[in-house]
């Protein structure tokens, strides 16, 4: 199993906001930047809009783990950061997979043919 490198430092989310590319859809705001290196870092973002701390964190884990089944898919050399919507409140493990996966093919980081 990879270990997913994660994004900690608020300068490196900073980084990724203010000159990386995003992208968005219903439930997942995206934003990456090319990092030179040869693996991806992740972080997760969760608006407090989404409800209170459980809420938030639930949301954090399931596009982690969302992301974590389908790392294999993405292009590497990325640094990604997914921030929640308010919308994805109430949603399933399934929603939120198919909202990762949507959000990464119209971004460009999922590998052709996947």
Do not use: C, P, W
């Not at 705001?29 to 409800?51: H, M, P, Q």
């Not at 929640?84 to 980081?109: C, M, V």
């Amino acid at each position: 199993m990879n270990i997913i490198q994660r994004l900690k430092s608020n300068r490196e989310f900073r980084n990724v906001y203010d000159t990386g590319k995003s992208f968005a859809n219903k439930y997942v705001v995206i934003f990456f930047v090319k990092n030179n290196l040869d693996y991806n870092r992740i972080g997760v973002s969760a608006t407090k809009k989404l409800g209170n701390s459980v809420l938030r964190n639930k949301t954090r884990r399931r596009i982690k783990e969302a992301y974590r089944l389908n790392q294999d898919k993405v292009r590497q050399g990325y640094d990604i950061v997914f921030l929640t919507r308010a919308n994805a409140k109430n949603t399933s493990y399934k929603e939120i997979e198919s909202a990762i996966l949507h959000i990464l093919k119209i971004s460009g980081l999922l590998k052709k043919g996947e």
